[in-house]
């Protein structure tokens, strides 16, 4: 599968010099980028799920006094 990217000079030259400092090609460094961005995107996903789940689980709620007060920052 190919893709084509435009950049602008200023986030071009970024990309270079991320390039040259990596060691990377283009197609090295645009595939991390994508992979990560999707794993980021399921652990969001995964903990947002979670903690709805905990949530309707146990409806408990605490407003931020409460969590200064039980810190010591109140």
Request: hydrophobic share 35%.
């Amino acid at each position: 599968m190919k893709f084509e990217i435009d950049f602008n000079d200023d986030d071009s030259l970024i990309v270079e010099k991320y390039m040259q400092d990596t060691n990377m090609t283009i197609s090295e460094v645009a595939r991390q980028a994508i992979l990560e961005k999707i794993f980021q995107d399921d652990d969001d996903l995964y903990n947002y799920e979670q903690a709805l789940k905990e949530y309707r689980e146990n409806p408990t709620t605490h407003t931020l006094a409460q969590f200064r007060a039980k810190l010591g920052l109140a």
